[in-house]
């Protein structure tokens, strides 16, 4: 949740309150995230006996990033290795710093090159964005069936804007981004997601989970925050040192590079926290590690095991509210309920995938629900709420403003969540739940994933339906 969604909630009356053992060797398939027996408690039928295990032909993607000593350019080369599931003549890159939500404040992403064995060319496409545009293409000089596979090679610049709190900018003593290089914009079964950027507060992507590493060159003063298991970084040599990581489910990834302070716990199930406080931080960084051990505690009790073998938080400027990446957060208000909500989407995007543009209850809505189970209370008064007009199972194209847009999908989702929770009983929804995030992990979900799971809680079912969350399509025959 980024602080324009926090300032445009506030306007529209609604208090937004939200939005790992490493490993130095590359994991595998098995290592990427605990699995769990089916609970005692769930409901007959549609429940796995473990959470599903990553697709093994995932991508796998190297991103080298090299922040530059002016620390607003980021100069970067990213390497992808491209299985696809059905018949494909290109591959289609989203460029999420050009959208209008974020190139206004000085962010933009240009591919300055492309390369390949199988690569034609490449061109941009504008899809509602700014220049260069939203998309690139990549086309291929041969179509490539399914399950072959294509090598391409990018290399990006990216540069950070100074205004506000965004996946990316600059700040005294820290600069940061997050889907700061070509995104993959794949949908595994369906194809290339090539949906409109909007002018809204929240994403529009669409990307699967992906075997990744992660390089980062960063002058010498300033530690590196960022997605997957962080190794300990190089000795400085020419003012700069070397940070890599690796995680083998990453959609997307995070890096903060900053004067932080850090500390390090793991929670009893050997999850990794690593989390960084800048100087001056509103809050101690003993503090926030207490909280985000805390926060993954709460939440297993309620979804089950966390999906990663680590997490990091960044504790950025005070902009207001938190933005999530796998296994990584920005957290950008010293509050413990964002940080619970951002912790959250570690399984409800993170781990169960959803087209942000299509289906942005999958990930906002399920988010608010399992910060108000936390909390034991509901962020935005269910039942006001439940009465707001609008279908929260509607595309990001379907809502006018920021405002509408946080009003239906975080606030009456959430509460629609809810109302299917209690109408279904805690322990019941509860295991549902678990059977859903297990039967979706490390794919891209449906609303229909989502009635499937309920379909033994025909009042869990009715609540969702009452909202517009599910429609009569969505609903087993």
């Not at 890159?93 to 206004?104: H, I």
């Not at 034991?376 to 379907?398: I, K, R, T």
Request: aromatic share 8%.
């Amino acid at each position: 949740m980024s602080a324009a969604r926090r300032a445009a909630a506030a306007a529209a009356g609604v208090l937004l309150l939200a939005g790992c053992t490493s490993f130095a060797d590359r994991g595998t398939a098995q290592d990427a995230a605990p699995t769990t027996a089916v609970p005692d408690e769930a409901p007959a039928g549609g429940c796995p006996a473990e959470r599903a295990r990553p697709d093994p032909d995932r991508p796998v993607v190297s991103l080298d990033f090299r922040l530059e000593d002016d620390r607003v350019t980021v100069t970067g080369t990213e390497t992808v290795v491209f299985t696809p599931d059905r018949r494909v003549g290109e591959l289609v890159f989203r460029l999420v710093p050009n959208g209008p939500d974020s190139a206004p404040a000085g962010n933009r992403l240009v591919v300055d090159d492309v390369r390949g064995d199988d690569v034609a060319d490449g061109r941009y496409e504008a899809a509602g964005a700014a220049d260069p545009g939203g998309l690139y293409v990549v086309t291929l000089d041969h179509a490539l069936g399914a399950g072959g596979s294509t090598e391409v090679e990018l290399h990006f610049t990216l540069t950070l804007g100074r205004r506000g709190f965004d996946r990316f900018g600059a700040d005294e003593g820290v600069s940061w981004w997050a889907s700061g290089a070509p995104l993959l914009a794949w949908e595994p079964g369906i194809g290339w997601a090539e949906d409109p950027f909007v002018d809204l507060g929240g994403e529009t992507t669409t990307s699967p989970a992906m075997d990744t590493s992660v390089t980062v060159s960063a002058p010498e003063d300033l530690t590196v925050l960022m997605t997957g298991a962080r190794a300990e970084p190089s000795a400085a040599q020419d003012g700069r040192r070397t940070w890599t990581s690796t995680e083998p489910v990453a959609r997307d990834v995070g890096v903060a590079a900053g004067l932080f302070t850090t500390e390090q716990a793991t929670t009893p199930d050997g999850v990794a926290v690593t989390v960084g406080v800048l100087p001056g931080g509103e809050l101690p960084v003993a503090q926030l590690a207490e909280w985000t051990t805390a926060a993954i505690a709460d939440l297993e009790a309620h979804v089950g095991p966390f999906p990663y073998r680590t997490l990091t938080v960044a504790l950025l400027p005070d902009y207001g509210g938190g933005i999530e990446y796998p296994s990584m957060i920005f957290e950008a208000t010293p509050s413990r309920p964002v940080l619970v909500h951002e912790v959250a989407h570690m399984w409800f995007y993170g781990m169960v995938g959803n087209s942000q543009f299509r289906d942005p209850w999958l990930d906002e809505a399920f988010a608010t629900w399992a910060e108000a189970v936390v909390d034991e209370q509901s962020a935005f008064g269910d039942q006001a709420a439940l009465q707001m007009p609008g279908e929260v199972g509607g595309s990001m194209a379907d809502f006018a403003d920021d405002g509408t847009y946080f009003d239906v999908v975080y606030g009456k989702g959430g509460a629609a969540l809810l109302a299917a929770r209690e109408a279904a009983g805690p322990e019941a929804f509860d295991a549902a739940i678990r059977c859903y995030a297990d039967a979706n992990a490390w794919s891209i979900a449906t609303p229909e994933d989502v009635a499937a799971a309920l379909a033994g809680l025909p009042g869990a079912v009715d609540a969702l339906v009452d909202a517009q969350a599910l429609g009569k399509d969505d609903l087993p025959r």
